[in-house]
C-alpha cells in the first residue's frame, strides 16, 4: 500500500460548483495533513492544513480530516477557473511524501 | 528575497554528461528535500538532509549524489546523465522540530533535459 493515494483525476467541475479532493493515507501516527497546490510549470505552494479531526476553513476551502479512517479531503467551493490546477496531499513530519496529486479542471 | 532558490531554472546537456543542481534556503530551515517530478506528475521524493546529516536516500540510482555543505545548502550531482533523468527536479525545505505542524516551502524548479 502506498503511503499516500489520490485519484489523478482529472476531476471536471463547472465553474461555481463544488470540487471535492481525497486523500488516504497510510500511517496511523501522522498528526496532521497539508494540502498543496501546483499550477502548471510552477512550484507548489502550501494551501491549507490541518491537524485536529473534523473541519477547517478557510475561505473557499475547507479540510476534513478522519483520523480513525485515515482519510482526508478538500472541499473547494463556488470553484474558479483559476482553481485549475494538482492538488497534492501530504501528512506532516519529517519524511515529507505526497501523494500522486489530483488535477482538477474548472471550465466555464 | 527568495525563500528557496534554485540553479539553474533550466538545464540542457547530453547524455553523459555531469551536472549539478545548487539549492540555497534562507529561512533557516535544518531539513532540506530534493524530488523529482517526471512527465506524470507525481512528485517523488529523492533525498532529505536534516543538519547536513543524510536522512532520506529513497530508491535512486547511485549516479545521483546529494551534498550538504552546511544546513542551507543542498547540492545534487548527477553522473552519466541518462534520458530518463529529464524531469523538472524540486528542492523543498522545512522547520522539522516544528514537528508535524511546519509547511514546506518549495524552490521554482530546474527542468533538465537530457538530449
Known amino acids: 500500500q502506498k503511503e499516500v493515494e489520490q485519484n489523478s483525476g482529472p476531476l471536471s467541475v463547472p465553474e461555481g460548483a463544488i470540487a471535492s479532493l481525497n486523500c488516504t493515507y497510510s500511517?496511523?501516527?501522522?498528526?496532521?495533513f497539508f494540502w498543496y497546490r501546483q499550477y502548471s510549470g510552477k512550484s507548489p505552494e502550501l494551501i491549507m492544513s490541518i491537524y485536529s479531526n473534523g473541519d477547517k476553513e478557510d475561505g473557499r476551502f475547507t479540510a476534513q480530516l478522519n483520523k480513525a479512517s485515515q482519510y482526508v479531503s478538500l472541499l473547494i467551493r463556488d470553484s474558479q477557473p483559476s482553481d485549475s490546477a494538482t492538488y497534492l496531499c501530504a501528512p506532516g513530519g519529517g519524511k515529507l511524501i505526497f501523494g500522486t496529486g489530483t488535477r482538477l479542471q474548472v471550465f466555464p | 528575497d527568495t525563500a528557496v532558490s534554485q540553479t539553474p531554472k533550466y538545464l540542457v546537456t547530453q547524455m553523459g554528461n555531469d551536472k549539478s543542481i545548487k539549492c540555497e534556503q534562507n529561512l533557516g530551515h535544518d531539513t532540506m528535500y530534493w524530488y523529482k517530478q517526471d512527465s506524470k506528475k507525481f512528485l517523488k521524493i529523492m533525498f532529505s538532509y536534516n543538519n547536513k546529516e543524510l536522512i532520506i536516500n529513497e530508491t535512486v540510482p547511485n549516479r545521483f549524489s546529494p551534498k550538504s555543505p552546511d544546513k542551507a545548502h543542498l547540492n545534487l550531482h548527477i553522473n552519466s546523465l541518462e534520458l530518463g533523468d529529464s524531469a523538472v527536479y524540486f528542492c523543498?525545505?522545512?522547520?522539522?522540530?516544528?514537528?508535524?505542524?511546519?509547511?514546506?516551502?518549495f524552490g521554482q524548479g530546474t527542468r533538465l533535459t537530457v538530449v
Open positions: 523543498a525545505s522545512k522547520r522539522v522540530p516544528g514537528g508535524s505542524y511546519t509547511e514546506a516551502f
Open positions: 500511517d496511523r501516527g501522522s498528526q496532521s
